[in-house]
């Protein structure tokens, strides 16, 4: 399947626009991209409380953003944004939580882990988690009682997210009661079919993917560590339900499509859609690429299953 119109006529925009290929950026340049799309995003919903943090980490803290929906929570989610772990932030996410919060009636906690060349893995790891201890440690303040804990996150997000489940596990606790796992990064491996598609070397490439492993984790033989992929964990039994989105045309699209199979192999509670005709990015384009909203319904109907409560669609 083709991608669908809506995409296609973003990729032209920025072909027209004479957007230069991750790969061939500096760090800086990379970074900057995110800002050419906030503008895009349109209104986000409003909030009743916004409260901003810092989190100890060693060698410093990591910023937290706290976005309140309502005066009742129904869950807290403790959300990892994307960016292949070099570029992001929370203020660059805050659409995408707002969203999130308002729909599912949690609780939105941005991490703002540090990112890399500056800080290399495991960095990021140690930050995410953290937070997540740190958001476990406050929940009753930050949510008002002991809701329901979810991570969750997109791209190197993702990839926090299931590393957080897992080592929450190794670590007997925090209690996860999902993880919400978009278009994540599972494997280093980079010879898979969705990798070497040339339908998929779009916004996201196996070229920039491998530019973001070089500056993440240089050290190869590091990038098989299960907090780096996590889909090289030997045992996978007893971790939280999964929620597992994929796009079609992603290079990443075979790991998380993988990963969702192990988990269910391992008895894993999983839900998992392969959205048709979208791209890597697809979800977090709101207002953007129609996909977005396909992709947030689906997120937001798993989580109404954990919290139980009633969940708002657009």
Not at 165 to 182: E, F, N, S
Request: charged share 20%; glycine share 8%.
């Amino acid at each position: 399947m083709t991608l669908d119109e809506a995409t296609t006529r973003f990729l032209g925009e920025l072909t027209r626009a004479g957007s230069t290929p991750i790969r061939e950026m500096t760090v800086e340049e990379a970074r900057a991209l995110p800002g050419r799309f906030r503008d895009r995003f349109g209104p986000a919903p409003e909030m009743a409380a916004l409260k901003s943090g810092r989190v100890p980490v060693p060698g410093g803290h990591v910023r937290v953003r706290l976005l309140v929906p309502n005066d009742r929570l129904a869950g807290l989610i403790v959300y990892y944004h994307g960016g292949g772990w070099v570029i992001g932030a929370v203020e660059e996410f805050e659409t995408l939580g707002r969203t999130l919060a308002a729909r599912t009636g949690c609780a939105v906690l941005l991490v703002d882990y540090r990112l890399a060349p500056e800080y290399r893995f495991p960095t990021a790891v140690e930050d995410a988690w953290a937070a997540l201890r740190w958001a476990d440690a406050h929940l009753e303040e930050l949510a008002g009682a002991r809701v329901p804990l979810i991570v969750a996150g997109d791209g190197a997000g993702g990839n926090l997210a299931a590393v957080m489940a897992q080592r929450a596990k190794a670590d007997g606790g925090p209690a996860i009661a999902l993880q919400v796992l978009v278009y994540p990064i599972t494997d280093c491996d980079r010879d898979t079919t969705s990798y070497t598609e040339p339908d998929n070397q779009l916004m996201l490439s196996r070229d920039s993917m491998t530019w973001f492993w070089a500056h993440y984790a240089p050290v190869e033989a590091a990038r098989a560590h299960p907090d780096a992929s996590p889909l090289r964990q030997p045992d996978l039994t007893n971790l939280p339900p999964a929620v597992i989105v994929t796009a079609e045309h992603d290079v990443l699209r075979d790991e998380g499509e993988l990963y969702a199979t192990r988990l269910m192999k391992a008895g894993v509670p999983v839900q998992h859609r392969r959205f048709t005709g979208q791209m890597h990015g697809f979800y977090a384009m709101i207002d953007i690429l129609p996909g977005s909203q396909a992709g947030l319904d689906f997120v937001t109907d798993a989580v109404g299953q954990v919290t139980s409560a009633p969940t708002a669609r657009t």
